[in-house]
């Protein structure tokens, strides 16, 4: 199984369903009870929704894997699971069950909530990460704009689904109330941060795996514009997630009244996306970049947390 798990990224699919849970029991149904709304999202067709993004998810992972061999094989032989511990004719028939989960689920989704925007939208991502797997990731930026932009769309679908549900069973004038403003407004910031760390995140894999990509042809970023400039993109997008980070708490009352919550953004998150920078700036091997990318996952599972605290305020501060 252990390949198997390695094939699919079992992790990270595991952060993105946690992140999805986060963002709906700790931010969207928060608001919903503070301003006295019932929520009409069942949480099996929740469960179905966790379910339809993680398999689509993970069949990206595998397609990717089994584009990427020859590159792999460069920069990371020992981790090599396709034609090796799975067959690639397995690893195609898992990519195909994952993806027909994936869409069945969320096709589910759109007919229950009579959203065909969300039917283009599931159909639409099996599409987009196989041309990724292909195409766009060989781009520069392009691939790490999707991939970062996909992960913010999965923060999106929490928010959008729920008021979809309470619009189709409930009240249609519920997207012009305070609740449903708050609740995007809330969930669009966490999904900024979580677009710029894995944004900034995939350009250090990319450094990481430069003399793979380079010979595969591929145009990444560190590859057509060097480490160096590559490096200060990476410095930039740090910079404007903390920026944007301490701006919420500067501007917004509420933030401030959580209970340590400017322990939280100087401890677990400011510091460690900092130590990010530095270590980055001095980076030259492969090694190195490497704990610089593993340095801005645990950035990325620190901010994932943000919606506790969004909980927390409003424990203590919307009610």
Not at 47 to 54: A, E
Not at 70 to 96: F, T
Not at 231 to 236: E, L, P
Not at 248 to 259: G, H
Request: hydrophobic letters at 55%; charged letters at 15%.
């Amino acid at each position: 199984m252990i390949p198997f798990f390695r094939l699919i990224r079992i992790e990270n699919l595991l952060f993105l369903a946690i992140f999805q849970i986060l963002l709906r029991y700790c931010v969207v149904l928060p608001i919903l009870e503070v301003n006295g709304i019932e929520p009409m999202l069942s949480s099996t067709n929740f469960v179905l929704l966790v379910v339809s993004t993680v398999f689509l998810a993970a069949s990206g992972n595998v397609i990717n894997d089994y584009f990427d061999v020859k590159a792999d094989s460069i920069n990371r032989p020992e981790r090599v699971v396709v034609g090796k511990s799975i067959e690639r004719r397995s690893v195609l028939l898992i990519h195909v069950a994952f993806t027909l989960i994936g869409v069945l689920c969320g096709l589910f989704i759109s007919f229950v909530y009579r959203k065909e925007t969300y039917a283009i939208l599931f159909i639409a991502i099996p599409a987009i990460l196989w041309f990724y797997s292909t195409h766009f990731k060989k781009q520069m930026l392009v691939g790490n704009l999707i991939v970062a932009m996909l992960v913010a769309v999965s923060a999106c679908l929490v928010v959008s689904v729920e008021f979809a549900a309470i619009v189709s069973l409930s009240d249609p004038m519920i997207i012009n109330t305070k609740a449903c403003s708050s609740a995007w407004f809330y969930t669009t910031g966490i999904a900024f941060f979580a677009f710029l760390s894995n944004l900034a995140r995939e350009i250090v894999k990319d450094m990481e795996d430069a003399d793979g990509d380079k010979a595969c042809g591929c145009h990444t970023l560190p590859v057509d514009m060097g480490v160096r400039y590559s490096k200060y993109i990476v410095v930039a997008l740090e910079i404007v997630l903390i920026v944007a980070l301490w701006a919420t708490y500067a501007i917004i009352d509420a933030v401030r009244t959580v209970p340590y919550i400017s322990v939280y953004y100087a401890v677990a998150i400011t510091l460690p996306t900092i130590a990010v920078c530095v270590y980055l700036l001095r980076s030259k091997t492969r090694r190195q970049f490497s704990t610089v990318s593993t340095l801005c996952k645990v950035v990325m599972m620190l901010g994932a947390m943000l919606p506790l605290f969004f909980y927390l305020m409003n424990k203590y501060y919307l009610n």
